[in-house]
């Protein structure tokens, strides 16, 4: 009972402080000093309160330092002309029948090579919605397209931050993750084309796109070796190389680029990669300005309080209720089945992906038997469904930015896609046996870890230990 008022309390708290427009992190905060007092409650010391939330600190180290790349190296590219370049580039590829589209094919490629919707958002996101303004076309059509494409690397680009946590909390490997997130999101992905390839011939407008290459050319050399970076990002995730060792090669050959390319003077660079770009050229400074160390600190403080609710809750025994609830629901039903109503939950609740996302691996983390099904659930769940709730931050934050309706939430049609087909893959295999061997299984990344009947109950598992 005790426990349900704790999380009842945590909930109200968060859902009061969106209504009144107030900081995450401070609610965060909050939830742990929340939680923390129920350990204390339950007979734990404070240094044993303490050791928890360090257990669960400690979980994402490696995340923490990845947004720190992932700072600067938005940064660099910034600096480099790498974004300017590919978003005037992506200007002359628009016209009014495929308007809808392109702005979903152009998020959706920046954001698998920045990885992150705010950044792909920020950039190509803008550039489109400016187009669809000035060619009258339907702006919540067009918004509803650069959501769903901003989440694609959002989901599954290797040097997205939301996919290393995932990792990072399922102790799994990232590539294997993204190589299975790409074969699962194939057919939602070209049910989204389709659907956006159509609503072009109605949503496109009359008018002429507006040419951006003069106000670009102005500040920045657009020739082909700003597009080196992003080469060195994607030769690299081919040969599997790690994640970290990518992004510094990446982040390299942006300085170089920076300085002999756009002669951006060498000591400027330190600031650029702390604070972030920033264009002097205000025509465009909207479009090309962010990136830098600083501008991840607010998602790092966010994680690292977030991280300290997992090793509470682990130590104290929080959760235990409601894993129950979820387990059961999983045993009749399908392990996604169960992930994917958690994570609703998570997501209407917690107003943030990365909260959403630790929240629902603690209450899921033994619907699966294999990490890597954990993984593969959480992503088509708890990672995506953010972008469909329009108090989330991952939502709110873009819709605002880029200037889009709020109606556009409703033509997000990826994130409806992926956990729906998600839900029919995961009913149709549990009524066949099997079906895991398949061909048609491995063409959509599926294999013997997503059959949670291969390995043993827990009934069982007691059992073989005694």
């Given at each position: 009972?005790?426990?349900?008022?704790?999380?009842?309390?945590?909930?109200?708290?968060?859902?009061?402080?969106?209504?009144l427009s107030a900081p995450l992190l401070p609610l965060l905060v909050f939830g742990m000093l929340l939680f923390a007092g129920y350990g204390i409650w339950r007979g734990f010391g404070v240094r044993d309160v303490a050791r928890m939330a360090?257990?669960?600190?400690?979980?994402?180290?490696?995340?923490?330092?990845?947004?720190?790349?992932i700072g600067a190296l938005t940064a660099s590219w910034r600096a480099a002309g790498t974004i300017p370049a590919i978003?005037?580039?992506s200007a002359n590829l628009v016209s009014p029948r495929n308007l809808v589209i392109v702005s979903f094919l152009l998020t959706a490629g920046m954001s698998m090579l920045v990885g992150s919707s705010y950044a792909a958002a920020a950039t190509v996101g803008v550039i489109c919605m400016t187009i669809a303004t000035a060619m009258r076309a339907n702006a919540a059509m067009v918004g509803g397209a650069i959501l769903a494409g901003a989440f694609v690397g959002d989901r599954c680009s290797p040097i997205s931050s939301s996919a290393a946590l995932v990792a990072s909390i399922t102790k799994t490997q990232l590539f294997d993750n993204v190589r299975r997130m790409v074969r699962t999101g194939a057919v939602p992905f070209a049910l989204c084309c389709l659907a956006y390839l159509l609503a072009g011939g109605v949503?496109?407008?009359?008018?002429?796109?507006?040419?951006?290459?003069?106000?670009?050319a102005y500040s920045f050399d657009l020739s082909w070796v700003v597009a080196i970076p992003t080469v060195v990002i994607l030769v690299l995730s081919l040969l599997k190389v790690s994640v970290k060792k990518t992004m510094v090669a990446s982040l390299v050959t942006a300085l170089l680029v920076c300085v002999f390319v756009q002669h951006v003077p060498v000591?400027?660079?330190?600031?650029?990669?702390?604070?972030?770009?920033?264009c002097k050229n205000l025509a465009i400074a909207r479009m090309v300005n962010g990136g830098g160390i600083v501008s991840m600190l607010d998602i790092a403080l966010i994680v690292a309080t977030a991280s300290t609710y997992s090793g509470i809750f682990e130590g104290t025994g929080l959760l235990l209720g409601l894993r129950d609830y979820v387990n059961k629901l999983a045993r009749?039903?399908?392990?996604?089945?169960?992930?994917?109503?958690?994570?609703?939950a998570t997501c209407t609740i917690a107003c943030d992906q990365v909260v959403a996302l630790m929240l629902t691996a603690q209450l899921c983390q033994d619907t699966e038997h294999d990490g890597s099904a954990l993984a593969l659930d959480l992503e088509n769940s708890a990672a995506i469904i953010p972008s469909l709730i329009?108090?989330?931050?991952?939502?709110?934050?873009?819709?605002?930015f880029v200037g889009m309706p709020m109606t556009s939430i409703l033509w997000n049609c990826l994130t409806y896609l992926i956990p729906l087909l998600?839900?029919?893959?995961?009913?149709y295999q549990h009524a066949h046996q099997g079906f895991t061997d398949t061909g048609y299984a491995h063409l959509l990344g599926l294999d013997r870890r997503d059959d949670v009947r291969r390995f043993p109950s827990d009934g069982q598992r007691r059992g073989l230990a005694a």
């Open positions: 009972m005790v426990e349900a008022g704790v999380l009842l309390t945590f909930a109200a708290v968060l859902v009061a402080g969106i209504v360090g257990v669960g600190l400690k979980s994402v180290g490696t995340v923490l330092t990845l947004f720190v790349l978003t005037c580039w949503a496109g407008g009359s008018g002429m796109a507006p040419s951006f290459a003069g106000s670009f000591a400027e660079l330190p600031a650029i990669l702390v604070m972030g770009y920033h009749h039903s399908t392990p996604f089945v169960s992930v994917l109503f958690t994570s609703i329009p108090w989330s931050t991952s939502c709110v934050g873009i819709i605002a998600t839900l029919v893959i995961s009913m």
